[in-house]
T-cell receptor, first 110, second 111 residues
């Protein structure tokens, strides 16, 4: 089954403790992206990747890092999480005409 | 610049019709439409390409007015399963697959 897999689904962490949210797609898509979703603000792009070893900032990259060492994986790294990074996060990959989203990660930073 | 979606919310009775609009101030290459149910991921509905035809998906269709840089999503004879938040994503010609998302339109269908 074609899918984008994100883990974990839920995460509660403390301020400053490094964390990684994993994202993997099995569709051989070149383009992948990370979004955060906050009430009333829609989807805001954090980082995206056009291909292996090619990443670029989106609209809200501060406090986040990504890497793309292989086509299928695109992890999101929070080196020092802060409470304003509490949000719902989605990974997505793009096929010819649309995006396939992962099931989301609800992150709470206390 | 974020496209403007209207209305922000709409409440319908089952079987009624609805129109959701998405407007941009920039010249667009395509407009995407997605539906998101509470707590779930957005799901692709359709894409409208510049110069393309009106699209349809079951009783949901959409149009793209290139002159106005506006797209409209039409939901006909709405079903309970249509409830959710609808997002448009706009893509410019020079955007490298980047989508700019609207804030969403919440659709509530009542029996």
């Amino acid at each position: 089954e074609a899918q984008v897999t994100q883990n974990p689904r839920y995460l509660i962490t403390v301020t400053g403790k490094k964390l990684t949210v994993t994202c993997s797609q099995n569709m051989n898509h070149e383009y992948m992206s990370w979004y955060r979703q906050d009430p009333g603000l829609g989807l805001r792009q954090i980082y995206y990747s056009m291909n292996v070893e090619v990443t670029d900032k989106g609209d809200v990259p501060e406090g986040y890092k990504v890497s793309r060492k292989e086509k299928r994986n695109f992890p999101l790294i929070l080196e020092s999480p802060s409470p304003n990074q509490t949000s719902l996060y989605f990974c997505a990959s793009r096929w010819a005409n649309g995006y396939t989203f992962g099931s989301g990660t609800r992150l709470t930073v206390v | 610049q974020q496209p403007v979606q209207s209305p922000q919310a709409v409440i319908l009775r089952e079987g009624e019709d609805a129109v959701i609009n998405c407007s941009s101030s920039k010249a667009l290459y395509s407009v995407h439409w997605y539906r998101q149910k509470h707590g779930e991921a957005p799901v692709f509905l359709m894409i409208l390409l510049k110069g393309g035809e009106q699209k349809g998906h079951e009783k949901i269709s959409a149009s793209f007015n290139e002159k106005k840089q506006q797209s409209s999503l039409y939901l006909t004879a709405s079903q309970l399963s249509y409830s959710g938040t609808y997002f448009c994503g706009t893509e410019r010609t020079d955007s490298n697959y980047q989508l700019i998302w609207g804030a969403g339109t919440k659709l509530i269908i009542k029996p």
